[in-house]
Structures are given as structure tokens and as C-alpha cells.
């Protein structure tokens, strides 16, 4: 079936990077948009970026200059880059896709961010 694999999460000190990735399996990333989602415990996913088919690129204000998307389409895969990280950016980080009508979600990653 169709999935979308994420990896990259992991632990973080303030300041810090991490790149997180997100790969399609039986779905092709590279004709549809894809967008990060980020979820903290209580909250509603938060948009955070997300890269359209033909390329276009949109940030959330809260990471708009820290965080970069971007597509690989030979490895069938979305990137996100974030720098500078805080504390608040501790979350589980998700992509989604939308395929004939249909959406579609990776498991998440868990980024946690520490000082």
C-alpha cells in the first residue's frame, strides 16, 4: 500500500539542525505537493512547510528563515531542513501528501529539542 516513510528525528540541543526526510512508497512525491506538519501533545498539527509539484515553496511564519524544503525526485523524496532550533520547535514532525483525493501521512518523527 501507499506510505510515506519519515526519518531524520531525533535529539537536539538548542541552536542546533536537523534534516528530517520523508520517502514515498507506491506514490510518486514528485507529482504531488507535499507538506510538513509538526504535533505536540494536546495541540493540532501545525503546518510548517510545504513544496508544491512544480516547485513552489511555502513556511510557516514560526519557521519562515530557519527552515528549508526541498524535493529529491530521483529518491523519490521531500526534505526538511531546520535550523537554529528552540525548544518550541519540539514536536512530532509529519508529511502528508494528497493523491487522487486522497490523503496520506507518514508515522511521524520525534524531534526534541533541549538546552
Known amino acids: 500500500q501507499v506510505q510515506l516513510v519519515e526519518s531524520g528525528g531525533g535529539s537536539v540541543q538548542v541552536g542546533g539542525s536537523l534534516t528530517l526526510s520523508c520517502t514515498g512508497s507506491?506514490?510518486?512525491?514528485?507529482?504531488?505537493?507535499v507538506s510538513w506538519y509538526r504535533q505536540t501533545p494536546g495541540n493540532q498539527r501545525e503546518f510548517v512547510a510545504v513544496?508544491?509539484?512544480?516547485?513552489?515553496?511555502v513556511y510557516a511564519d514560526s519557521v519562515k528563515g530557519r527552515a528549508t524544503i526541498w524535493r529529491n525526485n530521483d529518491e523519490n523524496t521531500v526534505y526538511l531542513q531546520m535550523n537554529s532550533l528552540q525548544p518550541e520547535d519540539t514536536a512530532i514532525y509529519y508529511c502528508?501528501?494528497?493523491?487522487?483525493?486522497?490523503?496520506?501521512w507518514g508515522q511521524g518523527a520525534q524531534v526534541t529539542v533541549s538546552s
Open positions: 502528508e501528501t494528497t493523491n487522487r483525493n486522497k490523503d496520506y
Open positions: 507506491r506514490i510518486i512525491l514528485s507529482t504531488n505537493g
Open positions: 513544496v508544491a509539484s512544480g516547485g513552489a515553496r
